[in-house]
Structure formats: structure tokens, C-alpha cells
């Protein structure tokens, strides 16, 4: 099994749908878990960070489960901007690892 | 505040030539990384630095040295360039650790023929 793996995409979904990803990991001591977002040909940026069992932020929310070793990000109302991809990434020992990253289109 | 800063943005190297990736950073992070991204895979880290003087080895290492001899900077060198080694190469850097954000630089995409 890979260290982290995302749904594959691509996602396409209109304009205000709600849509959601999921990020499954491998290293169970993994404390501490992070959501990436990269427009193309641009570098990645934090979108989310997740400690304990969730996050929100406005539209955004990340859900952990630690037992199923697993991580969600739901996207509420898509508006256009939000096309990008979507990386999770787990902090490990001596490594930081990425997901392959799952794209979304968000179509009008 | 410039942030992460890279150069070049865009090179082109012929086999067996070698060149450095040229990475520097203004917000006296100490934890400093080189990925590189390749289609269809994640980032994949190359070599980290815990701080000045302070390297290690991180996922796929092989063809490329690093240092560190101050906090600003860290720049990743190709020692003999190899066509696998095309990719786009983003250097990060962070407060302390992997368990805080990182900020990446806009990236260096390299050719090797």
C-alpha cells in the first residue's frame, strides 16, 4: 500500500455543488495532516491544516478519522476559483509525504 | 518579504552536465526542502535541512547534493544530469519542522536532453 493515496479525479462538478475527496494514509503515529491546493504550473499552498479531528473554514471542511486512517476535504457552494488540484500530504519520519493529488473542475 | 525565492525558473541541460539549483528564503525558517514533481506522482522530497550545517537525505536523493551554510539559503546541485531527471523542482521551506506549513517557491522546471 502507497504512504498516501487520493481518489484519482478528475472531479468536474458545477458551480455551488458541494463535492468531496478523500485521502487515505499509512503511517498510523502520523499526528498531524495537511490539505495543498495547486493551480497549474504554480507552486503548492496550504489550504487546510488538520491536528485533531477536523477543521473548517468557511466553505471548507477536514474531516480526520484516525482509526480508518483517513482524511476528507468537502468543498461546499464550488465556485469556479476553486479548480485546482488537491494534495494531501503526512508528515513522517525523514519525509513529508504527498498524495498524487486528485483535480477538480468546477464547470459554470 | 519576498517569501521562497528560486532561480532559474526555466533551464535546459544536455546530458552529463551539471548545474545548482539556486534556493533562498527571507523569513528565518530553519527547516528547508527540495521536491521534485513529476506527472502523475506527488512531490517527492530530495533532501531536507533541520538548519545551517544540518542535511539529511530525503526520498529519492541520488544524483544530487545539497548544503547549507546559512539559514537563507539551499541550494540543490545536479552532478551529472540524467533525462530522468526532467521534472519541475520546487524548494520549500518551514518554521521548524514537516509538522508546520510549508511555503514553496514557484519552482524550477528543468529539461535534460
Known amino acids: 500500500r502507497k504512504e498516501v493515496e487520493q481518489d484519482p479525479g478528475p472531479f468536474n462538478v458545477p458551480e455551488g455543488a458541494t463535492v468531496a475527496f478523500n485521502c487515505t494514509y499509512s503511517n498510523s503515529a502520523s499526528q498531524s495532516f495537511f490539505w495543498y491546493r495547486q493551480d497549474c504550473r504554480k507552486e503548492p499552498k496550504l489550504l487546510m491544516s488538520?491536528?485533531?479531528s477536523g477543521n473548517e473554514d468557511g466553505r471548507f471542511t477536514a474531516q480526520l478519522n484516525r482509526a480508518s486512517q483517513y482524511i476528507s476535504l468537502l468543498i461546499r457552494d464550488s465556485k469556479l476559483s476553486d479548480s485546482a488540484t488537491y494534495l494531501c500530504?503526512?508528515?513522517?519520519?525523514?519525509?513529508?509525504?504527498f498524495g498524487p493529488g486528485t483535480r477538480l473542475s468546477v464547470l459554470p | 518579504n519576498a517569501g521562497v525565492t528560486q532561480t532559474p525558473k526555466f533551464q535546459v541541460l544536455k546530458t552529463g552536465q551539471s548545474m545548482t539549483l539556486q534556493c533562498a528564503q527571507d523569513?528565518?525558517?530553519?527547516?528547508m526542502s527540495w521536491y521534485r514533481q513529476d506527472p502523475g506522482m506527488g512531490l517527492r522530497l530530495i533532501h531536507y535541512?533541520?538548519?545551517?550545517?544540518?542535511?539529511d537525505q530525503g526520498e529519492v536523493p541520488n544524483g544530487y547534493n545539497v548544503s547549507r551554510s546559512t539559514t537563507e539559503d539551499f541550494p540543490l546541485r545536479l552532478l551529472s544530469a540524467a533525462p530522468s531527471q526532467t521534472s519541475v523542482y520546487f524548494c520549500?521551506?518551514?518554521?521548524?519542522?514537516?509538522?508546520?506549513?510549508?511555503?514553496f517557491g514557484p519552482g524550477t522546471r528543468l529539461t535534460v536532453t
Open positions: 520549500a521551506s518551514s518554521y521548524q519542522d514537516r509538522n508546520y506549513e510549508q511555503y
Open positions: 500530504v503526512v508528515p513522517s519520519p525523514g519525509n513529508f509525504v
Open positions: 488538520v491536528y485533531s
Open positions: 535541512s533541520v538548519g545551517a550545517g544540518i542535511t
Open positions: 523569513m528565518n525558517h530553519e527547516y
